[in-house]
């Protein structure tokens, strides 16, 4: 069983240690000290109140998504990260929107996006999986698109012809279409492949 905290001080203070440490949002911070307290809203109240100097949610979440960009993160995982920590969504979409999603401005590194695809392509994956995985925003296609080309410059059939000797031996014809098929590739393609 946890202790319970009813000093207002130490409660006070477990806050500081806490919002300092792990940069909560308040949401966060409140279920915290709500555990700590007993569930006691009139003094979590006073406490994050009383803490409104040094909590700056609109700085935390700004720099959640600038470590989370470092870290080639896309815009979908970033939403969920910050949903899942408790952030306000509006603030976030808010904050996004205003410093780092410009119109006609690809999220994502071109690097990342080469080195993203080379990995996708190795692992087996088609065309048509990729651009699912990384093309989330208008802005990120083109990109996308112009480095698929290049790197399936010879086309899928090479890809589709391994994936095809993989299974070959342990499936008949229709089930390795099927499989083929799930993993992206065009019917057209698959076909060309399977029958010869």
Known sequence: ????????????????????????????????????????????????????SIIDEKTNIENRIKYMLDRHKNLSYIKQNLMQKNFDKALVEEILKRDFLKDGESLLDTEYIRRKIISYKEKGKSKNYIKSKLIEREEDKKEVLT????????????????????????????????????????????????GK
């Open 1 to 52: 069983m946890k202790k319970i905290i009813q000093d207002k001080e130490v409660l006070k203070n477990y806050a500081i240690f806490y919002y300092l440490k792990y940069f909560p949002s308040i949401k966060k911070l409140e279920e915290k000290l709500g555990e700590k307290s007993g569930g006691d809203k009139n003094f979590i109240s006073q406490i994050i109140e009383s803490l409104k």
């Open 147 to 194: 480095i698929l080309d290049e790197i399936f410059s010879s086309g899928e059939e090479e890809l589709i012809g391994n994936e095809y000797e993989k299974l070959k031996g342990k499936f008949d014809k229709q089930k390795i279409v099927e499989k083929l098929l799930r993993k992206g590739f065009l019917y057209e393609d698959v076909k060309k492949i399977v």
